[in-house]
Structures are given as C-alpha cells and as structure tokens.
C-alpha cells in the first residue's frame, strides 16, 4: 500500500465515532517492555511518508510523545531514556 493510500485509511479509521473519547486504562508492564514501547513511540513518531504520522496531526503527535514521557517517569526510566537518546 502506498503512503498516499495508507494515510486515507488512517485518516478513515481516525474520524470514526468515538475515537477522540477518552479512554482511562492500568496495566502492569517490566520496565524492558516499556523501555521498548517508548523507543517504538520515539521511532514511529520519526518516520515520514508512512502515512500514520501524517493522519494524527501534530496533535497526535504531541499527545504520543505525553504518552511516551508518562510511561518512561511512571517506570522511573526517564533519566536512562535520556541517556541512551545522547548515545544515538
């Protein structure tokens, strides 16, 4: 599927009935998974013309990089991230 084609279904599937409801969730994770899943956040919020970050916006963006940030400080694993980001 192209980028173009990629982002409309995004796009689509983003606009549906309830997607910008709130959602309040608790989960428990080892710090490995969530270190993992910030890193997956960080990569996915780099990545141009794969048409997911052109559907959500810099409001999507900015509300996955929040995400990314809760989970690294709720894990205590916001000082290591820091860290490895000065590595790459």
Same mark, same amino acid.
């Given at each position: 599927?192209?980028?173009?084609?990629?982002?409309?279904?995004?796009?689509?599937?983003?606009?549906? @009935?309830?997607? +910008?409801?709130?959602?309040?969730? /608790?989960?428990?994770? /080892?710090? $490995?998974?969530?270190?993992? #899943?910030?890193?997956?956040? &960080? !990569?996915?919020? $780099?990545? +141009?013309?794969?048409?997911?970050?052109?559907?959500?916006? @810099?409001?999507?963006?900015?509300?996955? &990089?929040?995400? $990314?940030?809760?989970?690294?400080?709720? /894990? !205590?694993?916001? #000082? *290591?991230? !820091?860290? *490895?980001?000065?590595?790459?």
């Amino acid at each position: 599927m192209e980028a173009k084609e990629t982002k409309w279904l995004y796009e689509t599937i983003l606009s549906g @009935p309830g997607m +910008d409801e709130q959602v309040k969730f /608790s989960f428990t994770a /080892s710090r $490995k998974v969530i270190l993992l #899943l910030a890193e997956a956040i &960080e !990569n996915g919020l $780099k990545l +141009d013309g794969s048409g997911l970050k052109e559907s959500i916006g @810099p409001i999507g963006t900015t509300e996955l &990089e929040q995400l $990314k940030e809760l989970l690294l400080e709720k /894990s !205590n694993l916001s #000082l *290591l991230a !820091n860290q *490895l980001m000065k590595i790459k």
